[in-house]
């Protein structure tokens, strides 16, 4: 049997081979990973509430439609169509990560233009016998899968007869990206400031490269909001794998506030010069769709209503009209005072505190604060001689400051013991 020689540009396209002095777009495989189904989208009616059904439903597992037709798409133009692939992805989702994670392996081997029975295609322990169609195709059960990141696995094709007639070639699996929940996305984006992504760097990643996307979610968008735009452009970024990356502010204001948009990373190894077989690994993670806000535009007109100087008594504070459906979760910055939830905020020793109202509305979260003295106010005195002695009367200036809220005066003498005083207020 005789194979069809191949030199496959695959990587190029799935992540840009800095060596071969040009970079071919990877949004057209990447935006395959993001396809959703009309009625997964529907699921995402109520975000908030709806994640875990999801995950354990659906499944928002982008690897398990890598399959022939998508294969076929990412090989365009190549010059053959033989590879084995092992691809691994898995939802960013600290609640239930692991049932989201899809590993799995394909293969297809072409001879004159049609996919052959090649025999066997193992990879590491595994056997894969070719379908009806004659592609390859495993799913790893979770632990086997899990257990393949960071590793190499040996692949070869048997033969019907008894020779190998492929030389066996080792896979080198990239690392995960985030084997903790402790660096994983925020759960918002904000168009108006600098996301900063962080992740486990892979010291054996062949090209050093990592390719972080940003893609718009048009039926979540258009679920609560059906004035939000068609289509908008993904932000497509190929960095070093160092472990963190900074969005520019200026490249998230494209998505507009109140629309949802999802997050990936990925990684790949590719060797397609060692043998007439195309063999590449991708490891993928991505986020659910996420919720783009705007905090400084949602804050705009709200303000912490309340006393700006408390002696003992407790005082309550509100932030008048908020939206149906808005949230607030009351803090205070000092140990002298206590706040409740109702926004009630008790004196417990003397100073300043700053009150904080974090506000969660249906157009994003903000926080806002509001400085309160506590306490008797504290006042300091400085004087200075005002002009010389006049007819037995000497001139003083008395100045009075403090840092509470104080918003009158009143001067006096106490006691004194000789002589006589006069107070201009």
């Not at 057209?28 to 989208?41: G, N, V």
């Not at 392996?105 to 029975?117: D, L």
């Not at 062949?206 to 908008?232: E, H, R, T, W």
């Not at 008797?376 to 002695?389: A, L, M």
Request: charged share 15%; glycine share 6%; net charge negative.
């Amino acid at each position: 049997m005789k194979y069809k020689s191949q030199i496959l540009i695959l990587f190029i396209t799935v992540f840009c081979i800095y060596c071969f002095g040009k970079m071919l777009p990877f949004a057209e495989k990447a935006s395959l990973f993001r396809q959703t189904s009309p009625d997964q989208t529907k699921a995402f009616a109520s975000p908030t509430k709806a994640s875990a059904n999801w995950t354990k439903s659906k499944g928002y597992k982008r690897s398990a439609q890598f399959d022939e037709s998508i294969i076929s798409k990412i090989l365009t133009g190549t010059q053959n169509d033989s590879y084995v692939a092992i691809v691994s992805s898995y939802t960013m989702d600290p609640l239930d990560r692991d049932n989201s994670y899809s590993t799995e392996a394909f293969g297809k081997i072409v001879e004159n233009g049609v996919a052959v029975n090649a025999g066997n295609l193992i990879i590491g322990n595994v056997t894969i016998n070719p379908d009806n169609n004659n592609l390859y195709h495993y799913t790893y059960p979770l632990s086997d899968g899990k257990a393949l990141f960071g590793s190499s696995v040996a692949a070869q094709i048997i033969d019907n007869g008894t020779n190998t007639r492929t030389a066996t070639e080792i896979m080198v699996v990239p690392k995960e990206f985030f084997p903790s929940t402790m660096s994983l996305p925020k759960t918002v984006v904000d168009r108006a400031a600098n996301y900063s992504l962080t992740w486990q760097p892979d010291p054996n990643n062949q090209y050093g490269k990592v390719q972080i996307q940003i893609s718009y979610n048009k039926g979540l968008s258009q679920y609560y909001d059906a004035s939000m735009p068609s289509s908008i452009d993904d932000l497509v970024y190929r960095v070093d794998d160092n472990g963190n990356y900074t969005i520019p502010q200026a490249d998230l204001a494209r998505f507009p506030r109140g629309s949802y948009v999802s997050i990936s990373i990925a990684r790949a190894w590719l060797d397609d010069v060692s043998s007439n077989i195309a063999y590449v690994t991708i490891t993928e993670a991505h986020t659910w769709p996420i919720l783009v806000v705007d905090p400084i535009a949602c804050s705009n007109g709200y303000a912490i209503t309340g006393n700006s100087s408390l002696c003992s008594s407790n005082e309550n504070y509100t932030v008048p009209n908020l939206p149906a459906g808005s949230t607030i979760f009351w803090t205070v910055s000092s140990n002298i005072a206590t706040v409740d939830q109702t926004g009630t905020v008790t004196p417990t020793g003397t100073g300043t505190t700053t009150l904080s109202a974090n506000v969660t509305t249906p157009c994003g979260a903000f926080t806002l604060n509001k400085t309160i003295s506590l306490g008797p106010p504290v006042v300091d005195i400085s004087y200075s001689q005002n002009g010389s002695c006049y007819n037995g009367y000497q001139g003083w200036m008395l100045n009075a400051s403090s840092p509470g809220n104080v918003t009158s005066w009143y001067w006096s003498v106490d006691n004194p013991s000789s002589g006589s005083w006069y107070i201009d207020q």
